[in-house]
């Protein structure tokens, strides 16, 4: 079977669970971050050397204050496993922003390129217009160093990218799971594997 070597993840439906297991929805989020550790090591096991994960945006930025700081909460818990887990990561988004977690700005700076490890690119504050418009020094966008996505897998149901880094996507297979996130199995990657291996990739050509 095909395996992608860069796969991206939407990991949404937090909120939802968290409604429908009684609970606020604030409550959701830290119940996302054992399925991502789960979801990296399967990832891991199947040859996948590049995960990006979409942590949270600009635009959730907008929602309550008790959200905002439980979403952020979560990123920080889940960069904490993902350093335990010895990946190479790179944290990506609008680090200036007071909406960036001070905690995760080590993290903020590229890889080194001989760094065979997994590499794992976690969103955060991540906004695909700041990342289009406000380039690095050297005139490149900040995700210039992250490598075009192969497959795409959204948990949660919802038929949309939500700017999810426009230029790595531009040619990704885009695949839906409707299990919201925190229900994550290992199976529901493991069925858009399969889908993935029956897409005719042909980049354009």
């Not at 496993?81 to 001070?102: A, H, M, R, Y």
């Not at 590499?119 to 020094?137: A, I, P």
């Not at 069925?191 to 897409?199: L, T």
Request: hydrophobic letters at 35%; glycine letters at 8%; proline letters at 5%.
């Amino acid at each position: 079977m095909r395996i992608p070597k860069h796969v991206g993840i939407i990991p949404d439906g937090n909120r939802r669970w968290a409604q429908k297991n009684g609970m606020t929805k604030e409550c959701g989020y830290d119940f996302g971050i054992a399925p991502g550790i789960n979801l990296l090591h399967f990832l891991e096991n199947q040859g996948v050397s590049e995960i990006s994960i979409y942590g949270f945006t600009v635009d959730n930025c907008k929602r309550p204050a008790v959200q905002q700081k439980a979403f952020k909460d979560a990123c920080i818990k889940l960069t904490e496993q993902l350093v335990n887990e010895k990946v190479s990561l790179f944290i990506l988004g609008d680090s200036s922003s007071k909406s960036f977690p001070e905690e995760l700005q080590p993290y903020t700076k590229v890889p080194e390129k001989k760094d065979s490890r997994t590499r794992v690119n976690l969103l955060v504050n991540y906004g695909w217009q700041w990342d289009l418009s406000h380039m690095t020094v050297d005139g490149t966008p900040h995700s210039e160093s992250i490598s075009r996505m192969d497959l795409i897998i959204r948990w949660g149901g919802m038929r949309r990218l939500s700017g999810f880094m426009p230029i790595q996507s531009v040619y990704s297979d885009f695949y839906i799971e409707d299990a919201l996130w925190p229900d994550y199995e290992d199976i529901h990657v493991e069925h858009a594997f399969r889908w993935y291996d029956k897409q005719d990739v042909t980049l354009g050509g």
